[in-house]
């Protein structure tokens, strides 16, 4: 947006806290008559968000109220959610809890990340922003049922850790949700490593999670429920592989367990 601005000599301002008291008189003498907000981290201060004539209204990477936060494409796969898609709001001061002026759907591809589901979005999100302008005059705006919103945080390393007592389809989900950042981990023998992608199996019962167990000429792991099998893995500080090529290197063998502290 900086560069694009740049280039084509857009008037740009970048406060490292639009909270400081002169932002919103510095925004007001734009005299623009709408704000348009997209993936910014803040929580806008009321008088920011009146400085435009019209107010400001915002883009946001879920069907609202489901997924307030500032990592609704994550959670939302991180969830097994199968449908997702673009909202466009009127802003107030709470956590994109304004009314609704657009909604746009779009099904979740089940291999799908959330870095290929962002790119996906990004368009979707410009041509339902384009539409709501035009029609802005012509809509009304819908009051979101706060009894069905769903939170999404800002994701943390910690939110990536496996933990083999669940089941393997809620590991694939944590997996894909994860990719890029910040990437699903576990322990090995031979250090931490990354899952960037991965699928669920049939596995053998008896195994304890995290146990390395047969699958076909490989080996997949044994989760609480199924088992979880690896394709592309990035061990500590080298580059990313595939799974079979891993094992090769590791040497690993059914039986062996990953997870442990």
């Known amino acids: 947006m900086k560069t694009r601005a740049l280039a084509a000599g857009v008037p740009l ?18 005299g623009a008559d709408l704000g348009v907000v997209v993936a910014f981290g803040q929580i806008l201060p009321k008088a920011v968000l009146a400085a435009p004539r019209r107010g400001s209204l915002n883009v946001h990477g879920s069907l609202l109220p489901r997924y307030r936060g500032a990592a609704p494409i994550q959670w939302a796969i991180i969830r097994g959610e199968t449908v997702t ?12 809890t304004g009314p609704i002026l657009l909604r746009a759907a779009t ?40 009894e069905e919103a769903t939170l999404a945080p800002r994701l943390k390393k910690a939110d990536g850790r496996l933990d ?6 809620e590991l ?3 997996v894909r949700g994860c990719n890029p950042w910040p990437g699903a981990t576990t322990a090995t023998p031979g250090g931490a490593l990354t899952i960037w992608r991965a699928v669920a199996v049939t596995g053998p019962t008896g195994p ?3 146990t390395l167990v047969g699958h076909g000429d490989g080996l997949a792991v044994a989760t609480g429920d199924g088992a ?20 090769r290197g590791a040497r690993l063998a059914p039986g062996a367990r990953v997870g442990a502290p």
């Open 107 to 146: 099904p979740i591809g089940a291999e799908e990340t959330a870095g290929e589901l962002a790119r996906r979005l990004a368009p979707l999100g410009a041509e339902v922003l384009l539409d709501t302008l035009r029609r802005l005059d012509a809509l009304t705006p819908e009051p979101q049922r706060s």
């Open 13 to 30: 301002l970048q406060p490292a806290r639009l909270r400081d008291p002169e932002w919103a008189p510095r925004l007001a003498a734009l």
């Open 228 to 247: 979880l099998l690896p394709t592309e893995v990035q061990p500590e500080n080298r580059r990313a592989m595939p799974w079979p090529d891993y094992l």
């Open 164 to 169: 083999w007592t669940r089941a393997a389809r």
């Open 208 to 210: 304890a999670p995290g």
């Open 85 to 96: 898609g673009i909202t466009t709001f009127q802003m107030d001061e709470g956590m994109d």
């Open 172 to 174: 694939v989900n944590l």
